[in-house]
């Protein structure tokens, strides 16, 4: 599943070719992909015809395209991009991809295309509502998330303060998006590498300025990431241009169990976490004795 940083780069390729545009029909392929849309594609498809797109947002790994149909206020067109969403720009007489699910045709004669193959993905229409966090215009479901360390208004002094109250694991911590947004397993285990803490200390047990150099190593590690083009694992994770990001040839934790350690040697690990997996460093991330909840 794409996280901030491959977000991110999906977000720049909109603001670069779909703002500015009107969306002069729309064409929906099957239910599931207006499923999030409780009054059901006809309702998406025609609310969308003739609007103009006038910003492409995100925060956290949530996107969004700002769009004003005639006459109304602005809304949000929320892109879910699941496991394999893709947002092409494309040629209107380009082939149609084998799991195109959405045509958006665009005022200067080209498509925006949402390809789907796992179909866990899809476009909702919804209202703008003030986040809960800092007051910026968001989609109503996303009112709960919180800023991202992209953002002008993320306070990771705030953060470390909440982090300090937390007795479990300071990687599930890092992981509630509703506490700081966008860092998913993947840069989690990068940031949890680079500061040499494993995943499952206690949040509360480390010191405020142990807990700052911890985000600090997220956003750098995401930043570096957004440079290289995102991390991609497959051929599903494109940008708009169908070009996939290369910055797992950086990774340094993830996904290199029995690899040896880039900093001390030792051979890398895999752990369960939350249904998920953890990668760390036996030597330079000791595990705490005791069991994080």
Not at 147 to 169: G, I, M, N, Q, W
Not at 195 to 201: D, N, T
Not at 252 to 269: D, F, H, K, T, V
Request: charged share 25%; net charge positive; glycine share 10%.
């Amino acid at each position: 599943m794409p996280e901030l940083p491959e977000v991110e780069v999906v977000r720049r390729g909109l603001d670069e070719h779909i703002v500015g545009r009107v969306l002069e029909t729309v064409t929906l392929s099957g239910l599931r992909v207006a499923r999030r849309h409780l009054a059901g594609p006809d309702d998406l498809a025609a609310r969308l015809t003739g609007s103009h797109v006038g910003a492409a947002r995100r925060r956290g790994k949530y996107l969004w395209l700002q769009v004003s149909p005639p006459g109304q206020d602005p809304l949000a067109l929320v892109v879910h991009l699941g496991m394999s969403g893709q947002l092409l720009v494309q040629a209107a007489d380009a082939p149609a991809e084998k799991h195109l699910h959405a045509r958006l045709d665009l005022s200067d004669g080209r498509q925006l295309r949402f390809v789907d193959q796992r179909t866990f993905g899809g476009l909702a229409l919804t209202e703008l509502a003030p986040s809960r966090h800092d007051g910026v215009a968001v989609p109503e479901p996303v009112t709960h998330i919180a800023p991202d360390p992209f953002e002008p208004t993320y306070d990771p002094a705030r953060v470390v303060r909440v982090l300090k109250t937390r007795h479990s694991a300071v990687k599930r911590a890092l992981l509630d998006q509703g506490l700081v947004s966008g860092i998913g397993n993947i840069y989690a285990d990068e940031a949890l590498w680079l500061a040499g803490l494993h995943g499952q200390r206690y949040a509360a047990d480390l010191s405020k300025p142990a807990l700052g150099r911890l985000l600090g190593h997220a956003r750098d590690v995401m930043g570096r990431a957004l440079e290289a083009g995102g991390t991609s694992f497959d051929t599903l994770y494109v940008n708009v241009n169908g070009a996939s990001g290369y910055f797992e040839r950086s990774l340094n934790a993830y996904g290199r169990q029995g690899l040896p350690c880039r900093r001390c040697g030792a051979l890398m690990r895999r752990e369960a976490f939350m249904n998920r997996s953890s990668f760390s460093c036996p030597r330079c991330q000791v595990r705490p004795r005791y069991p994080a909840p």
